[in-house]
């Protein structure tokens, strides 16, 4: 093998950083735990509040020290492999920016009755359609009217940029670009309120295409507080900012406070430490000067009572500490340009702030806030953030607020740096000439600070009075900055609410659940496989098996590098990685075996092997690939996870079975034929060989077959329907956490009562005490009024059948209580989105099939074959779902049932890619014209290798089905059924259909 060197070399490059971004993960673990025993009380319950002060108290404190570098609990966090909600709890939000109250705000809020028809009927063809609301909203206004647009939006607000000459095109090109600076403007703002949860480790992301904004927050406990911070309206103010000499005062005497209370800790911690010390053995005492002579400005009680061993000069040090200066833990910094002060302190200085004695010191008249984001120390890397004190208006108001801001755009100044320019309304422009005239007058100049949800994100200084409404602000900005601060502004100028359209809320409870069930399958996968391929290939089994334990370090390592998030679907694509590392291995000692059986010599064997199995191995990874990118680039949710785990899974299984097991196999044999090296054992040494049938001929036999299962299967599908999840239909779906086991049909009965009737589903959701209620009830009211009244409804039929009483603390479920341990609601136009994007999906994935096969056998007949092959399993998998609904057993079909369907659709692409790989060898050597025969020979040839990888693959995926928990029940059904009639459908229907198709070149 070439380059031995630069794969060793790469894997203990991949291997180190792997360790580096893993070990953060450790670190925060370890800190979480500590929360969590802080948190705990006696009887064991965690005060979550509690938890989650212990956390932020730490959230920008070094906790982590690698090699002398060391890293807050922030950047650990940032760093961290996070787990997904599924796997820890927290909530999923997809929000929706109101496309209508935009429209209806550049119109000024018109009443014509054209204007308003052609609004209600773009949201009726909404519901059903994937354009944008602008362009059905003016195809309903050319439908209702011919009046030009411009009657309508040429408003005294929109003077300047819509006139009543404009066309419609001019008009709509208008309209559509406010939509856009909308969804960014909302963007800016969410992403900013969210970051404020910090240890939660939110994310947030536009979704292309769309205005919808997709926000994950794990850990979140409390769903309500979420939801009002972001459906909350945009609070931008303009407030003068205060001079110190306002408040120097003030700060001094809340120094002075401070100061005074510290002293006093320390004569008390003196105190109490002279007499532990004079009660201690002298023996047992070794150093406490040292102790007692390190900094005071530390938490003294701790550190010293920590460090106590001293000697009996103990008492004299503690009297010379108490009667010095000492300073508190957190003073006030006075500096040139405000207060500025350390990220990391800013947690316990907001605390100080808001202690009601130190706001009795504070004049009446300012209150403090803090800038949006921290300065950076290029050369030391320190993070700072400033405190700005801010003059209170009349009633403790800010005098000028957002909504009189009609135009603000990203600009250059005098000097060609980023700037904003910003245009204001009448009222806005007498108050704004009046503000920024007082702030010219004032020696020295004043300040004018720009607050959004109160954070500080500009406080330009005023050289003179500004009096037409025009303004531009200047400062240290960066392009993006300004364009930033430019929709920032215009926040206030337009009407944008965002509505919740989805949402998915998973208790810890049921998270830890879920995490527990992943673990159980990756372990019990592995352990079976690891012992499966011992048992079938010797030591050749061994070096697959440290390859595999490489490929699933790998993908953790890489997920945490990245930044991405474990999900439970992400764990099943680490199991089907399991599966598809094996087949590489399968493909190479299954060739390797056959050199040996022609005999070739050891170390001829182990080249031919690999050199004969890269080709198959390459087109089975790059089709696998190809329907993991569709899923990643069409799927949401848990479908992208469940993508990305499988992408990087590809990657490192190929890495680590192809390069690594080459690398130790070829050390182990460097003796040649005297190395003790077998690829078989007694169990497999004529196992799987000399099958000789006739595949080709039975092939009109398994059409019949094939046709029969899937035409009855639709059949039933057809009169029983799919048991479709809220992905695909809508509404909204709980998870009833009871302690005693409930009759699910009788539940159901209950509550179509309390829910009007409407279509409600209750069934066991993995075990009979924990059911999971589904209903379309109000499923077209999307608003948080209509899920409190769908929540409570739910609630107050389970209490009328049940006569126990709902707790939203799952730790106090019992005989008279129960809880709802997890949430989801998906409005009916993003259902409809779903289901779009699925069938795009798998139409994708098929064409892009057709190519790669079509490119790489360079005939037709090949990638007619796969693909016939690829449909026949498709609808194989729906058959099987319809069948087993005949016997009661209904899994549900989802999102995550869609990331099944590709899966199984690329594992039987691998399956058939490696049959015809050895067709393509065979037809090559031209040793037959008798294409029947050289297709039995060849699909012979590979069937060692094809049941081989059916089988571990299937023991890795029924582990799944058995433990991978209801959540991934459909998922891991789909899988099984997908997997055993891929490998059938690879022999008995891509193949056969080749040779159908190419009947004329038969001989």
Known sequence: MRNKGAVVFLTIIITLLCVYYLSFTFVARNIQQDAIDFATDESGIVDLSKKQSYLDSVYNLPVYNLFGAEFTYKEVKDTELSLGLDLQGGMHVTLEVSPVDIIKGLSGNSQDPAFLSAIEKAKEKQRNSQERFSDLFYESYQETTEKPLADIFATAANRGRISRSDSDDAVMGIISKEIEDAIDRSFIILRTRIDQFGTSQPNIQRLQGTGRIQIEIPGADN????????????????????????????????????????????????????????????????????????????????????ALSGDTTATDQLDSLVNNEVSPLFALIKARDGLVYDVSDTTVIGKILRRDDVQSILPRTVKPLWEVKPTVNEQTGEEFLQLYFVRKGRGGNAKLTGEVITDARQDLDQFSRPAVSMQMNALGTRVWAKMTADAANQTPKGRIAIVLDNLVYSAPYVNGEIPNGSSQISGNFSIEEAKDLANILKAGSLPAPTRIVEEAIVGPTLGKIARDQGIISIVSGLVIVVLFMIAYYAKGGFVANIALVFNVFFILGILAQFNASLTLPGMAGILLTIGMSIDANVLIFERIREELNNGVTLKAAITDGYKKAFSSIVDANVTTLLTAVILYVLGQGPVKGFAITLMIGIVCSFFSAVYITRVIIEWMVRKGDESKVSFKTPLSKNMLADFGIDFMGKRRLAYLVSGAVIVVGLAIVTVQGLNLGVDFKGGRSYIVNFENPVAATDMKLSLSESLAGAGTEVKNFG?????????????????????????????????????????????????????????????????????????????????????????????????????????????????????????????????????????????????????????????????????????????????????????????????????????????????????????????????????????????
């Open 767 to 1003: 075990s009979n005490n924990i059911m999971k209620v589904t209903t379309s009830y109000m499923v077209d009211d999307e608003s948080d009024t209509a899920d409190e009244e769908v929540k409570n409804a739910v609630i107050g039929g389970i209490e009328s059948f049940t006569g126990q009483k709902y707790v939203a603390n799952s730790s106090q479920v019992d005989a008279e209580h129960f809880t709802i341990s997890g949430s989801s609601k998906v409005g009916a136009t993003i259902a409809d989105d779903i289901k779009s994007s699925s069938y795009e999906a798998g139409i994708f994935s098929i064409v892009i099939i057709f190519l790669y096969i079509l490119i790489r056998f360079r005939k037709w007949q090949f990638s007619t074959g796969a693909i016939v092959a690829v449909v026949h399993d498709t609808l194989f998998v729906f058959a099987m779902f319809g069948i087993a609904g005949l016997f009661g057993i209904r899994f549900e079909v989802d999102q995550v049932f869609v990331a099944a369907l590709l899966t199984v659709i690329g594992y039987s692409i691998n399956d058939t890619v490696v049959v015809f790989d050895r067709i393509r060898e065979y037809l090559n050597l031209g040793t037959s014209n008798d294409r029947i025969k050289v297709f039995n020979s060849a699909i012979n040839t590979t069937l060692n290798r094809t049941l081989m990888t059916s089988i571990t693959t299937l023991i890795v995926v029924l582990i799944l089905f058995i433990f991978g928990g209801e959540v991934l029940r459909g998922f891991s059904f789909a899988l099984l059924v997908g997997i055993i009639v891929g490998t059938y459908s690879s022999i008995f229907i891509a193949s056969p259909v080749v040779v159908d198709l190419d009947k004329k070149k038969i001989g």
């Open 223 to 306: 769903p309500e507080r979420i939801r009002k911070l972001l459906q909350g309206v945009a609070k931008l103010e303009f407030w003068e900012v205060a001079e110190l000499s306002e408040i120097n005062n003030s700060l001094v005497a809340i120094n002075d406070m401070l100061v005074k209370e510290q002293k006093a800790k320390a004569e008390l911690n003196a105190s109490d430490l002279k007499s532990e010390v004079n009660e201690s053995d002298v023996t047992e005492q070794e150093d406490l000067g040292d102790a007692l002579a390190a900094d005071s400005t530390e938490e003294v009680a701790s550190d010293l009572d920590a």
